[in-house]
C-alpha cells in the first residue's frame, strides 16, 4: 500500500507537501522525505505525534530513544517504528516537530491509502510555497523586538502630574493607629 500524506503550516498560508510513501516505510523514511522536500538538515530532535482529530497528541515517535518514559510506556523510535504499525485510517492526523526548542511543528493528514500499489522510495507528489525558516534564531528575534519598541518618554503614561493629586492627608498617613480601629466605625 502507497501512503499519500499532505503537509501544511500555521505559520505560512502557501505552504504545501504532498509526500507519497509505502506503508511498510519507516517513519525516519517519512522524517528524510520531509528534510528533503523542505530543504531542513537533519541535525534537530524531530519527533511525530500521533493525534485524535482535534491535533491533541497521543503517541510520540522519536528520532531517537531518549529513556525518558516510564517502562510500562512504548516507546516508538522512527527507525524502528513502520508507519502501517500505527496508520490505519484516512484522515489520520499527525504533527511533525521540527523545531522542537519553539515546538514549531507540521499538520500532517494521511489524505489518501492507495491499496494494490507500493513505491520503493518516498517521493514529493506536490509541492507549493516556501517552507517557514526552520529554527528560530532568538537573538535575532530579541533584537527584531527591541527595534521595533517605542520607549519614548510618554510610554508609561503622562509624566506630567500635580503634587496637590498626592495630598498625604487624603491618605491617613502617618496617624499610626490602626486602620481596623472598632471607635472609628
Request: aromatic residues 12%; charged residues 35%.
Amino acid at each position: 500500500m502507497v501512503y499519500k500524506f499532505r503537509i501544511i503550516s500555521d505559520e505560512v498560508d502557501d505552504f504545501i507537501r504532498e509526500i507519497k510513501i509505502d506503508s511498510d516505510a519507516s517513519f525516519y523514511d517519512l522524517h528524510e522525505a520531509i528534510l528533503k522536500c523542505t530543504g531542513y538538515k537533519d541535525d534537530q530532535m524531530t519527533s511525530f505525534f500521533i493525534c485524535d482529530d482535534d491535533w491533541e497528541k497521543e503517541i510520540e515517535i522519536t528520532l531517537e530513544d531518549m529513556g525518558a518514559g516510564s517502562s510500562e510506556e512504548d516507546t516508538f523510535v522512527m527507525k524502528d517504528t513502520r508507519l502501517s504499525e500505527l496508520l490505519e485510517d484516512e484522515k489520520q492526523k499527525l504533527l511533525y516537530v521540527f523545531d522542537p526548542l519553539a515546538e514549531r511543528v507540521f499538520f500532517i493528514e494521511l489524505s489518501e491509502i492507495i491499496t494494490g500499489k507500493d513505491l520503493q522510495h518516498a517521493t514529493c507528489s506536490r509541492k507549493e510555497g516556501n517552507p517557514p525558516q526552520q529554527v528560530i534564531d532568538f537573538d535575532e528575534q530579541m533584537k527584531k523586538m527591541d527595534s521595533s519598541l517605542d520607549l519614548d518618554e510618554n510610554f508609561y503614561g503622562d509624566q506630567e502630574y500635580d503634587m496637590d493629586d498626592f495630598d498625604p492627608d487624603g491618605y491617613d498617613i502617618g496617624s499610626g493607629g490602626n486602620p481596623y480601629d472598632e471607635d472609628k466605625y
